[in-house]
């Protein structure tokens, strides 16, 4: 299973772990110094829902959190 959304299209993005060592300056300190940076992934809430296709067809669909809450499936009872 992919992990992107099949209505909007929504996928993993990419960012940092960044790792700071030391005291702020506004505490008294000398600054913050960045000791390290890797990368990480920011995965999207995707749910396995059964939804209903326009010839009243029963289907199961991943979809993320979003697209359910905004109404853009029809849940299959």
Known sequence: MSRVCEICGKGPSVGNV???KGSPKYKGGIGLHT???TKRRFLPNLQSV???DAN???KRMTVCTRCIKNGK???AK
Do not use: D, E, L, M
């Open 18 to 20: 960044v790792v700071r």
């Open 35 to 37: 000791t390290g940076i």
């Open 50 to 52: 059964r939804t209903v």
């Open 56 to 58: 009243g067809n029963t």
């Open 73 to 75: 499936v029809a849940k």
